[in-house]
């Protein structure tokens, strides 16, 4: 389904993998694993092998990690309110209605094909 956002939540209970991470993120292949180590260096994150396919790799928040992203997501979500507020409910709508328009063509979107037809997209 959508992959240019992550969709498992926050919190030690959600699991990711480097690939799903890199494909949410601005990050290259190869600045992927710098990364987590540096978020496992942390204490932010714990990555551990899945039980039945060992070359795959979960990677859950700990407990601090997802303090610290709740954090940030607060953080974000009031930089967003901040940057709205001087707009009319009217334009928040519309706002709202092309922003929906652009995520429907970004999940109808492959990595390797063309731009999505907006006919393709409902």
Known sequence: MPSHRPDNGIGPAAVATPSSLLRCSLQTGAGM???LDRLESAGLVRRKSHRVDRRRTEIR??????RQAKQIFRAEIGFMHS????FSDRDRKTLTSVVDRL???LDAF????RVPSSKSVT
């Open 33 to 35: 694993t710098p990364a």
């Open 61 to 66: 928040l700990t407990k601090a990690g997802a």
């Open 83 to 86: 940057l709205l507020e001087e």
């Open 103 to 105: 995520v429907a063509r």
């Open 110 to 113: 492959q990595p390797g094909s």
